[in-house]
């Protein structure tokens, strides 16, 4: 069982390591300080020192938590296997409550961003992966996340898995229900808006000249949240580039991306 910090402090400066009983496998819960900008976020990775295949989860928006648990799938055909499975508590997401959330909205979004690239650059730091072994998962607002690190931070990747992700951010007030969500990132249609919007809109951001990991772009046609045209449009701008790519789009389903439990295990799988 996993056994959570109620009171979830930041006190000290430094790394704070909690054991876990998971069997053989080790949990650890590491702070990673942004010594730049003199302010801290958790990652809860599930490692040993010996796994090195890493799969990063994360969420970052909406005041939406994301915490460790008990996931089956990931625990018999992931960390069985000996990988590691890691958890990062970005400022935009809701872990430690609404500051944590509102100091990275709008203006400041690309703080959700930042925190996620630090926390790549300290697993590799610490040695847990590699870039050549860390892979990314995100879906939805953590799609967006996946695409801004494989376009800001491609070397830091080797594999990424973009799930129903917002990837056009200058045009997503027009799509699916994007226009609900200027309130998180801001209005495209207001100029000084529209600037920082562009500065990391994956979609505006692919460029020729750069390697970018070969991404699984999954959609969804019947999606009435994140429309697919955001994933459609990255991989025909991928196409263009020549860069490798994998893009499935279930005609069925919705923002879970399946549409019954036969397809989602299938696609955890």
Known sequence: MLR??????????????????????????????????????????????????????????????????????????????????VVANLRGGGEFGPQWHQTAQGATKQRTWDDFIAVAEDLIRRKITSPRRMGVVGGSQGGLLVGTAITQRPELFNAAILQVPLLDMVRFTKLGAGASWIGEYGDPTIPEQRKWLEGYSPYQTLVPGKTYPAPFILTSTKDDRVHPAHGRKAATSLAALGQPYLYYENTDGGHSVAANLIEQARGSL
Do not use: M
Request: hydrophobic share 30%; with cysteine; aromatic share 10%.
């Open 4 to 85: 959570r910090d109620p009171a979830a402090e930041f006190r000290n400066r430094g790394v704070e390591r909690l054991p876990y009983g998971l069997g053989r496998r080790t949990c650890r819960r590491l702070r990673v300080w942004l010594a730049d900008k003199g302010v801290a976020q958790r990652q809860s990775p599930q490692v040993s020192p010996s796994q090195q295949t890493a799969n990063h989860i994360e969420y970052g928006g909406f005041q939406i938590p994301l915490i460790p648990s008990y996931v089956g799938l990931t625990g018999r055909l992931w960390l069985e296997r000996g990988n590691a499975y």
